[in-house]
């Protein structure tokens, strides 16, 4: 993955109310209030660079059947509806923006969310 889908992902992330950049499960992880809404991971055994999400009832299924070669199920959290998003293709960033917003809506106080 490019310095630039990076960079790209960490201002998406970080323009959010209290959005914090961290370690742990992703690398990066970007939090609000503790909680992940989004990472950058790579898939084990395999250098290909992605980002996770949260997303709604049933849009996992239609990003995915849709265009397998930009989104995926990620293992362990796939199963609770996150969606994951290749950083090594042509993504498109705006659609991408609102997929990573909905994802932090989905996790942020409603405080939080208002100032949106």
């Given at each position: 993955?490019?310095?630039?889908?990076?960079?790209?992902?960490?201002?998406?992330?970080?323009?959010?109310?209290?959005?914090?950049?961290?370690?742990?499960?992703?690398?990066?992880?970007?939090?609000?209030?503790?909680?992940?809404?989004?990472?950058?991971?790579?898939?084990?055994?395999?250098?290909?660079?992605?980002?996770?999400?949260?997303?709604?009832?049933?849009?996992?299924?239609?990003?995915?059947?849709?265009?397998p070669?930009?989104?995926?199920?990620?293992?362990?959290?796939?199963?609770?509806?996150?969606?994951?998003?290749?950083l090594?293709?042509?993504?498109?960033?705006?659609?991408?923006?609102?997929?990573?917003?909905?994802?932090?809506?989905?996790?942020?106080?409603?405080?939080?969310?208002a100032?949106?």
């Amino acid at each position: 993955m490019t310095d630039e889908a990076l960079a790209r992902l960490r201002a998406i992330c970080l323009r959010f109310p209290e959005a914090e950049e961290a370690g742990g499960v992703g690398n990066p992880t970007f939090k609000v209030r503790g909680k992940i809404f989004c990472m950058r991971h790579s898939l084990h055994k395999v250098a290909r660079w992605s980002a996770w999400f949260k997303a709604p009832e049933g849009v996992q299924q239609l990003l995915v059947g849709d265009d397998p070669q930009r989104f995926f199920v990620p293992p362990y959290v796939g199963s609770k509806g996150w969606v994951g998003a290749y950083l090594d293709v042509a993504q498109d960033w705006d659609e991408l923006a609102d997929l990573i917003e909905e994802s932090y809506r989905m996790t942020a106080p409603k405080r939080l969310v208002a100032q949106l």
